[in-house]
Structure formats: structure tokens, C-alpha cells
């Protein structure tokens, strides 16, 4: 049994009353997922897939509303934008929005941890690119494209679109980067 179905079943054993919310995967964290920097010319990946990166301020915002208009209890939901991008869009929205002139290629995944993890200005090692690769894996076998409608409904509105989230976050900040650089701070 996965991991977290074992912890909703405790959950539910255990009569407590719960919600469990899943997140579709922060679009504030896309520099992470690319291992882009604001001086990455050249982002190389093992795959591309499409994800669903949600905006955690809507997140956030939504998350609220459920507290209060309730209706989730003992219940498993999900939260994403109602759409997916792919790295390759990302790099396109990255360079749209900043002008500048960042490529995308592929290699295996042997060559993209053992050279992310040489290259990598934050000081990442080679486990932290493996378990990347594993998501770029799982991306490009649908794993992290799953969207739902739930957060739409919650917000009245349709949550923003991957591509805006992360074109909204580099035009506030040119230069967006999320915990890159953990391992040299």
C-alpha cells in the first residue's frame, strides 16, 4: 500500500475527523524543477512532461475557503490548476517574459545527474538529481499532470494557468529563483 493511502487509512481508523488536501506542485518552484538560475543559458533534463504547477497563493486562498465553508470532512481532495505545462513551455515562458535566450536539451539520465550535480551553482549533489530525474520520469508518464476542478469551483473563478503563474512571478521578479541555493546557505 503507498505511503499516503497507509496514512488515510490510520486516519480514518483513528476517528479523528480530517481533511486530507493534495497540492498540485508549487509554480513558485519551477526554477527548482528546471535547475535554472538567473544565469542558466543552457537547462538540461532526462525528460519533459507535463505538470500541473499551481500557484500556492491560491492554494493558500482556496485552502481558506474550504476552512470555512467546510463540507471536506474525512475526505481526501485535491487542489491544481486546470491545466499542465511542460519544461519546454516553461523555457519559452521564461524567455518571453525576461528576453532572454535560454535553451532546452535532453540527455540521459545518467549524464543529466552526473553533470547537474558537477555544474550546479547551489551545491546540489548527485542524490538530489536522481530523485529529479525520477520526477521528470514520472512527468513523462502522465504522473504529474493530473488536474481537478475542485479549485476552481472553491474560488469562483478559474485559478491561474501555469504559465501565467510563472510569467506573473518573473515579471515581479526577473531573477525568481525557489531554494537553488539551499545547499550553499
Given at each position: ?11 480514518y ?30 537547462v538540461?533534463?532526462p525528460e ?15 485552502t ?26 516553461l ?12 535553451e532546452?536539451?535532453?540527455v ?16 546540489k549533489t548527485?542524490?538530489f ?8 520520469k514520472?512527468?513523462?508518464?502522465g ?22 503563474a ?20
Amino acid at each position: 500500500m503507498p505511503h499516503s493511502q497507509c496514512l488515510i487509512t490510520c486516519l480514518y481508523r483513528s476517528g479523528l475527523t480530517f481533511t486530507c488536501i493534495r497540492e498540485g506542485i508549487y509554480a513558485e518552484g519551477f526554477p527548482l524543477f528546471l535547475n535554472w538560475y538567473p544565469k542558466t543559458a543552457d537547462v538540461i533534463l532526462p525528460e519533459d512532461g507535463e505538470i500541473a504547477f499551481t500557484s500556492r497563493v491560491e492554494l493558500a486562498e482556496c485552502t481558506a475557503h474550504m476552512m470555512i465553508r467546510g463540507g471536506f470532512k474525512n475526505k481526501t481532495v485535491l487542489l491544481t490548476a486546470g491545466e499542465t505545462i511542460t519544461a519546454k513551455e516553461l523555457v519559452s515562458v521564461i524567455n518571453e517574459t525576461t528576453g532572454r535566450r535560454v535553451e532546452i536539451r535532453f540527455v540521459s539520465p545518467e549524464e543529466f545527474v552526473r553533470e547537474s550535480a558537477l555544474h550546479d551553482e547551489g551545491g546540489k549533489t548527485e542524490v538530489f538529481f536522481e530523485v529529479l530525474a525520477s520526477l521528470w520520469k514520472a512527468a513523462a508518464h502522465g504522473e504529474l499532470r493530473v488536474t481537478d476542478g475542485l479549485m476552481r469551483e472553491i474560488l469562483g473563478r478559474d485559478p491561474m494557468t501555469p504559465r501565467d503563474a510563472v510569467r506573473q512571478l518573473l515579471v515581479e521578479d526577473k531573477d525568481h529563483t525557489w531554494h537553488q541555493k539551499y545547499a550553499l546557505r
